[in-house]
Nanobody, 117 residues
Framework: VRLVESGGGWVQPGGSLRLSCAAA????????MTWVSQAPGKGLEGVSS????????RYVDSVKGRFTISRDNAKNTLYLQMNSLKSEDTAVYYC???????????WGQGTQVTVSS
């Protein structure tokens, strides 16, 4: 199983980024998926999740109205559109499978998002 994130980088406050997570070696459409972040010096936080069919999504309160999770099962790809970015969004973002309601066991290597002026 391989999950590869891309799309991170540096952006000024108020800017946007689109993260992608390409999946291989897994029946992507069978899994609910989630984006998990880890800010500097802090623990892991679930940012957003989406069910396998894509019809139901969830967001942590801090990103509601700014981030949008989506997926393209035909392309085995998960996305996170991040708008109106804030300095507190600075973190490494991981895409992770959800198995029987539990985050894991498959993690990507992470992509760094840095929001600063």
């Amino acid at each position: 199983v391989r999950l590869v994130e891309s799309g991170g980088g540096w952006v000024q406050p108020g800017g946007s980024l689109r993260l992608s997570c390409a999946a291989a070696g897994v029946t992507f459409s069978s899994y609910a998926m989630t984006w998990v972040s880890q800010a500097p010096g802090k623990g892991l936080e679930g940012v957003s999740s989406i069910i396998n069919g894509g019809g139901t999504t969830r967001y942590v309160d801090s990103v509601k109205g700014r981030f949008t999770i989506s997926r393209d099962n035909a392309k085995n790809t998960l996305y996170l559109q991040m708008n109106s970015l804030k300095s507190e969004d600075t973190a490494v973002y991981y895409c992770v499978t959800i198995t029987y309601g539990v985050i894991g066991p498959n993690w990507g290597q992470g992509t760094q998002v840095t929001v600063s002026s």
